[in-house]
């Protein structure tokens, strides 16, 4: 099973990013976002699509839809740049997935 | 303080071995399922293998299937992964990660460990 996720992305403080992650019949699974900041250990900052675990700010959001997820960041901060990663559980195969990670720049 | 630390990395040949551990502290280890994930230098996150609070069932990605063994003391709050016959490829920061609860799937990693560097060179 594979997640693509969508290329580098540069935002300017203040602006909107969205990162998208795509997969076959992606819809059917829930789909986990992580931040990696340089030298960091992955932060989760999104789980079961649209949830966000204690501690991540309300500008984070996900949502899914047809064969597309996405991780979308409002007001980006200089904090926010980060590799992305999303990750699913393919239940055939019976492997976690990682998607190959999209890199946020905040201009 | 919540945290994972994980130890045993370093330099091994090519058909070497190494166990890594990872130990835990804040946390009822026994009650969370917990993973192994690998980032070679410069490249993305990959899943190495994953095993249940109680211990069974465990996943392998095929990369590692036959050659590494995940395996938890819940005694010692204490993860391990055996790693046997190592190819250059597997050369990569483990880390351990610790999922939201004791059985897999799903796989939700909300927790995480610094890492450990294992080298697999000649």
């Known amino acids: 099973y594979v997640l693509t996720q969508s290329p580098p992305v540069s935002v300017a403080p203040g602006k909107t990013a969205n990162i998208t992650c795509g997969g076959d019949d992606i819809e059917s699974k829930s789909v986990h976002w992580y931040q990696q900041r340089p030298g960091q250990a992955p932060l989760l900052v999104m789980y079961?699509?649209?949830d966000r675990p204690s501690g991540i700010p309300e500008r984070f959001s996900g949502s899914s839809s047809g064969s597309t997820a996405t991780l979308s960041i409002n007001s980006v901060e200089a904090g926010d740049e980060a590799d992305y990663y999303c990750q699913v559980w393919d239940s055939r195969s019976n492997h976690v997935v990682f998607g190959g990670g999209t890199k946020l720049t905040v201009l | 303080e919540v945290q994972l630390l994980e130890s045993g990395g370093g330099l091994v040949l090519p058909g070497g071995s190494l166990r890594l551990s990872c130990s835990s502290s804040?946390?009822?280890?026994?009650?969370?399922?917990m993973s192994w994930v690998r980032q070679a230098p410069g490249k993305g996150l990959e899943w190495v293998s994953g095993i249940s609070g109680p211990g069974y069932p465990t996943h392998y990605a095929d990369s590692v299937r036959g050659r590494f063994t995940i395996s938890r003391d819940n005694s010692k709050n204490t993860l391990s992964l055996e790693m046997n016959n190592l190819r250059v490829e597997d050369t990569a920061f483990y880390f351990c990660?610790?999922?939201?609860?004791?059985?897999?799937?799903?796989?939700?990693?909300?927790?995480w460990g610094q890492g450990t560097l294992v080298t697999v060179s000649s």
């Open positions: 990660a610790k999922t939201k609860i004791a059985s897999i799937p799903p796989y939700i990693f909300d927790l």
């Open positions: 079961e699509d649209k």
């Open positions: 804040g946390i009822i280890f026994k009650n969370y399922a």
